[in-house]
Nanobody, 119 residues
Framework: QLQASGGGLVQAGGSLRLSCAAS????????MGWYRQAPGKQRELAAL???????NYADSVKGRFTISRDNAKNTVYLQMTSLKPEDTAVYYCNARAVVKSGRIVDDYWGQGTLVTVSS
């Protein structure tokens, strides 16, 4: 189970930090990250940790967003700075178990948290 929090309303240029806590059977999880879905658009990657512990960012958030995690708490964070109105979206936490071949064997989604950036 994934519990996301931290969304809200912020003015352009402001900051927010999202949190996602994983509970239950988490031993197989090796990929965690954040996706977002803006109104009328498809869900897209924002940032994640790969199974090789490398961070990946969407080009649109590079230099502004930072993903981090606390393994002891099974929690992943997304620090968002210099927010823009186009960052407005529902942000979803994702956790996956990915085997060596790249096949996803488990895939979990949080409930989503709304981030609204006003101009």
């Amino acid at each position: 189970q994934l519990q996301a929090s931290g969304g809200g309303l912020v003015q352009a240029g402001g900051s927010l930090r999202l949190s996602c806590a994983a509970s239950g059977s988490t031993s197989s999880i090796n990929v965690m990250g954040w996706y977002r879905q803006a109104p009328g658009k498809q869900r897209e990657l924002a940032a994640l940790f790969t199974k090789d512990d490398v961070t990946n960012y969407a080009d649109s958030v590079k230099g502004r967003f930072t993903i981090s995690r606390d393994n002891a708490k099974n929690t992943v964070y997304l620090q968002m700075t210099s927010l823009k109105p186009e960052d407005t979206a529902v942000y979803y936490c994702n956790a996956r178990a990915v085997v060596k071949s790249g096949r996803i064997v488990d895939d979990y989604w949080g409930q989503g948290t709304l981030v609204t950036v006003s101009s």
